[in-house]
């Protein structure tokens, strides 16, 4: 049975690697395994058929065989649990790296987020000029925390592990604020995680379907 993650028959980030599928795409290429992308409509996501499939009408979902999945970071833990190469196989090293991967989206995330939110939704709004310095405040606070955490450390804890997947690509939305260039070291994290052969594999493909989408 081959692996079907959905996408946006047009990725909204003009296949930059932003969207959500590119962490799913990252962690089937660093363990090996092929798939195949489904691509929807943003109204699509709304209909019955995606609704039973993701409650909140969002990509990406996964399904393969009985398992149907929704959320990157349960999609990503499946992946790095079912097969080799994304969680170390010593039982407490395993569990600092499924730590990471909560913090990266429990505490990491969330500022990142309300940063694209206050970019893309609100720049029309009378406050926007007061409130951005403020989000960029909040993701300074856990940028600075991050990085004294990773020190001159390559990955967060040891070998790269589905943590480092998740904090990078949670990170790498940052890269066109100029934030994590105030953070040699998280800067330097984010371009390791892209050099790695599997990041480049999934920005190709999801960059691929991006140009495909246009063509038709
Ligand atoms: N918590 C969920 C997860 O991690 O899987 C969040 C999923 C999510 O936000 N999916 C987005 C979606 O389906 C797609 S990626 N949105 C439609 C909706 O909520 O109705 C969104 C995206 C687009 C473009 C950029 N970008 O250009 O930076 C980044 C993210």
């Known amino acids: 049975m081959t692996i079907t993650i959905t996408a946006f028959e047009r990725s909204p980030d003009r296949g930059r690697g932003l969207a959500r599928d590119s962490r799913v795409r990252w962690a089937l290429e660093e363990v090996g395994q092929?798939?195949?992308?489904?691509?929807?409509?943003?109204?699509?996501?709304?209909?019955p058929a995606h609704l039973a499939l993701h409650p909140f009408g969002q990509i990406?979902?996964?399904?393969?065989?009985?398992?149907?999945?929704?959320?990157t970071g349960a999609i990503v833990f499946h992946i790095?649990?079912?097969?080799?190469?994304?969680?170390?196989?010593?039982?407490?090293?395993?569990?600092?790296?499924?730590?990471w991967m909560f913090a990266a989206l429990s505490t990491v995330e969330p500022p990142i987020l309300e940063r694209q939110t206050a970019v893309i939704?609100?720049?029309?709004?009378?406050?926007?000029?007061?409130?951005?310095?403020?989000?960029?405040?909040?993701?300074?606070?856990?940028?600075?925390?991050l990085s004294a955490r990773l020190g001159d450390a390559d990955w967060l804890d040891g070998a790269f592990s589905a943590g480092?997947?998740?904090m990078v690509s949670v990170l790498i939305r940052l890269k066109s604020s100029g934030l994590l260039d105030e953070y040699p070291n998280l800067a330097a994290y984010v371009a390791r995680g892209e050099a790695r052969p599997a990041y480049k594999r999934a920005f190709a493909a999801q960059l691929a379907d991006y140009n495909a989408s246009r063509q038709s």
């Open 34 to 47: 092929p798939y195949k992308v489904r691509f929807l409509s943003f109204q699509a996501t709304k209909e």
């Open 60 to 71: 990406p979902t996964y399904e393969d065989g009985d398992v149907a999945l929704f959320e």
């Open 80 to 99: 790095a649990e079912r097969y080799a190469g994304l969680l170390p196989d010593d039982a407490k090293a395993r569990t600092r790296a499924i730590n």
């Open 121 to 145: 939704m609100e720049s029309d709004r009378p406050w926007h000029k007061e409130r951005l310095p403020l989000v960029d405040d909040y993701i300074r606070v856990r940028l600075r925390q």
């Open 164 to 166: 480092d997947l998740t």
